[in-house]
């Protein structure tokens, strides 16, 4: 069945009020018809089977038939920090960590970031693609929750705010790896704690920003031998991180 996470204002009592954006998708992409059933999710943790009474082009109201918790959620938050990249590849990391199950997006500039940050429409443009691609991706897998996508800060401050555990992916570091590191990070901590990723861009990371990031706590660590392009060193190590936590299926 489609789902559609809606604004938990649109469900009153027993009646969904599906907000014009996607009763244009349900009307006119998905062609469904009253009496057919969706599932609707209000983003506070709780999901609706919803049998659809009525449906135009720009309108469409279910009627709940059901209610429970959502699952679809991994029990350690993961918060990805990532160093904002060509559009394409970003939203890539948005779409797959997604899918895998990344709690939350911080993007970041740095030293070698080859996006210039704008400002005024461009960057309101941008976070409001990057939220349907994060909207898009969560419906297609089936999350409970949808991660939530912050605005672009620096580096340093990325490390300053991050808690819990925080790896930061390094191609120069020779000693750790991400393997013992994530088996170590999955033991520890209790499980309302975070586990942070730190990626960096196209040009990687400047010794003196390693070192900064070591400064606050940040584990440095080797994802091998192979240099990955960034996007993939993203989804990467999200997808190590939680198969060592066994979100990917035990
Ligand atoms: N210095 C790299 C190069 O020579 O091409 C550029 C950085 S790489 C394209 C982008 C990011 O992916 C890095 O900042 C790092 O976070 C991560 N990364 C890629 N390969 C890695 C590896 N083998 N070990 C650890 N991190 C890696």
Redesign the pocket.
Known sequence: MHRFFVPPESIVADVVAIPRSKARQIARVLRLNPGDEIVVLDNTGDEYDVTLTEISADNAVGRVTDRRHTSGEPRRRIVLYQ?LLKSDKFELVLQKCTELGVAAFVPFASKRTVVRERSGDHTRTRRDRWLRIVEEAAEQSHRGRLPKVRDPITLLEACEQANGVVL????D?HSTGLRQMISKSASIGSRDSEIGIV???????SEGEVESARERGVTT??????????ET?AIATASAVLYELGELGT
Do not use: T
């Open positions: 160093a930061m992916p390094w191609e570091e990626i960096g861009p196209e040009g990687g990371f660590v080797s994802l091998g031998s192979r240099i990955l392009r960034a060193a």
